[in-house]
């Protein structure tokens, strides 16, 4: 087992990572509570495949250990959705020593990060990633949100879990489209900190869509290693941190303007860091040919290098509800050079050149993963 540890003072959790894990009630100790509730919430597609199988490890833990199911898919992480955790919590009386778990991929560890943030203004939760994109980035750092029509995750909270705990052998039952999605995100780690991991990743991506265990295990603890050290540093994104949304700031804008659910977060970051290398190479930032090589390797991910035509107004509109823009002007994380990102504002023309340059009218996200 790999252990990371978040160094967070008061704050810092370990994350485990291997496989078989969910069947290892040891791993779950360090979040045990005995004369207390643990509430498993997971969606309709993850919760018959291992809810059973994580009640087992909890139950020598707790006194009782609950389900809340949510419905599956991006477009439910609303308010509704979120809403129905905290109706389970109170009809079942449970009180501030609850501990919630969330059993799933990015949009569940969201929503259950959020809603153990404000139940009773805040009670324990650990993360149990189950998808890549979720093992690698989302279920670490301790991001919580739920997305709004008019902005992608723009309600949420920075609370961080008490453990993380990515069992390895459920990506075994991840669709191939979703391991591509998040296959973005470990690029994406590459891209912005480490240049050999990026040469690593060329040389394994074939083993890690084939999902070899070994390739999957070191993506998702050097994934963690690197996002542990910028969280440690800027756990609430006053600088650093935001690094991390490499290709966001074009990808939250395919994402929200198709439409949530259409394109999958890792399929919008996948096309938007493209862009946004397109945008650094414009800039007099980055080398055509690194672009490039970053182009095909998101490519061999099974992911879209192309994006979709929102229109230019739209596009600008979507672009400027992002986290990162100050004053009304919209910032990106470009690269000066493979490894070393920086923030910077752009003119919207700049942008919009990018986004022209890889404009595919009627494209759809799924083409890419065939
Ligand atoms: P997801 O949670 O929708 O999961 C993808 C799909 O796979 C779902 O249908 C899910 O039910 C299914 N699934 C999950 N595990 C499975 C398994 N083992 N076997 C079979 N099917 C399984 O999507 P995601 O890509 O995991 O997460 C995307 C979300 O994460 C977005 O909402 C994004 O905004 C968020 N995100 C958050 C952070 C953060 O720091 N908090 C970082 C990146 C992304
Ligand atoms: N996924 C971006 C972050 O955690 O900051």
Same mark, same amino acid.
């Given at each position: ?18 496989? &078989? ?87 569940? &560890? ?128 006053? &600088? ?86 100050? &004053? ?43």
């Amino acid at each position: 087992m790999t252990t990371v540890r978040i160094a967070l003072d008061s704050r810092a959790y370990d994350i485990r990572i291997a496989s &078989g894990l969910l069947d290892s009630p040891d791993v779950f100790a360090a979040a045990a509570a005995r004369q207390a509730t643990a509430l498993i919430v997971s969606n309709t597609t993850v919760a018959p495949l291992y809810a059973a199988r994580l009640e087992r490890s909890l139950a020598p833990h707790f006194a009782r250990v609950l389900h809340c199911v949510l419905p599956d898919g991006e477009e439910y992480k609303t308010w509704d959705t979120l809403n129905q955790i905290f109706t389970d919590l109170l009809r079942h009386q449970c009180d501030r020593k609850t501990t919630l778990f969330a059993l799933g991929g990015g949009v569940i &560890g969201d929503m259950t990060g959020f809603a153990a943030a404000s139940y009773m203004r805040g009670v324990p939760f650990v993360q149990v990633p189950t998808t890549l994109l979720a093992q690698v980035d989302s279920s670490v750092g301790g991001k919580t949100a739920i997305n709004h029509p008019l902005g992608k995750n723009m309600i949420g909270a920075f609370y961080q879990p008490r453990l993380v705990v990515a069992d390895l052998s459920t990506l075994h039952t991840l669709p191939q489209r979703e391991l591509s999605a998040g296959m973005a995100e470990v690029i994406k780690h590459a891209a912005i900190a480490d240049v050999d991991f990026l040469d690593w990743l060329e040389a394994n991506i074939d083993a890690l869509m084939a999902r070899d265990d070994a390739a999957l295990a070191e993506a998702v603890a050097r994934c963690c290693r690197i996002k542990a050290h910028v969280v440690s540093q800027d756990e609430t994104e006053a &600088g650093l941190r935001a690094i991390l949304n490499f290709g966001h700031t074009f990808g939250h804008a395919i994402e929200a303007g198709m439409g949530y659910g259409n394109w999958l977060h890792g399929e919008a970051v996948g096309a938007g860091m493209v862009l946004a290398a397109d945008l650094s190479v414009r800039l007099g930032l980055l080398p055509r040919q690194d672009a490039e090589r970053l182009a095909r390797l998101i490519a061999r991910a099974g992911l879209p290098v192309q994006a979709p035509d929102l229109g230019a107004a739209r596009w600008a509109e979507w672009m400027q509800v992002d986290k990162k823009t100050e &004053g009304g002007e919209v910032r990106f994380v470009l690269l000066h050079g493979l490894g070393r990102p920086v923030l910077r504002a752009a003119a919207m023309a700049e942008a919009q050149a990018s986004i022209a340059a890889h404009v595919r009218a009627g494209l759809s996200p799924a083409e890419h993963a065939a």
